[in-house]
């Protein structure tokens, strides 16, 4: 039952990559067709500015998920993990996983707000409901939450396919 439910959030986590990817790719494109444009053609999209930053809040809040199960959040070393007895080592690590939960529970609550309140709010250049800015906000604090209840509890969500799939290595 593990592996199976290990199995289907590394599957997610693979599809949120290729998501994450695409709207790169799209914001880059919307963005160096735009400036073609306006430069040799001296008329630009009109949308692309609005459109080109949805994408990036999109991808940002999606890597956050994604930073969370590879344990990517930034870290400062006072001490040396050597050095340290390993009590405090483990406690350390169970405090982040903790503060993690907390950011989640506060991109959970009160993203899904911020979604309602701009709900009836609409983005000038392409007409949508300026909640379509913020949508993956709580997506991201579920995501977060979830990695890291799965850290605490022991449950090692490492996939050496999906980490050859990233193109990165285990350190």
């Known amino acids: 039952m593990k592996d199976r439910i290990l199995r289907i959030i590394n599957l997610i986590h693979v599809v949120l990559v290729d998501l994450a990817q695409v709207f790169m790719v799209a914001m880059v494109v919307i963005v160096a067709a735009n400036v073609f444009l306006r430069y040799v053609f001296n008329s630009g999209i009109f949308w692309s500015e609005e459109v080109a930053l949805v994408l990036f809040v999109w991808f940002v809040f999606i890597s956050l998920g994604l930073g969370v199960k590879q344990k990517l959040n930034i870290t400062i070393n006072l001490l040396n993990k050597d050095k340290i007895p390993r009590w405090l080592n483990t406690s350390l690590d169970i405090f982040t996983e903790l503060l993690v939960i907390f950011v989640g529970g506060v991109f959970l609550i009160y993203g899904g707000r911020l979604v309602g309140f701009t709900m009836s709010s609409i983005l000038p250049a392409t007409k949508w409901p300026a909640a379509m800015l913020y949508i993956l906000v ?32 285990r350190k």
Do not use: C, K, R
């Open 138 to 169: 709580p997506f991201s604090g579920v995501t977060m939450i979830l990695e890291a209840l799965l850290h605490l509890a022991g449950w090692d969500t490492y996939d050496a396919n999906l980490d050859q799939y990233l193109g990165g290595e």
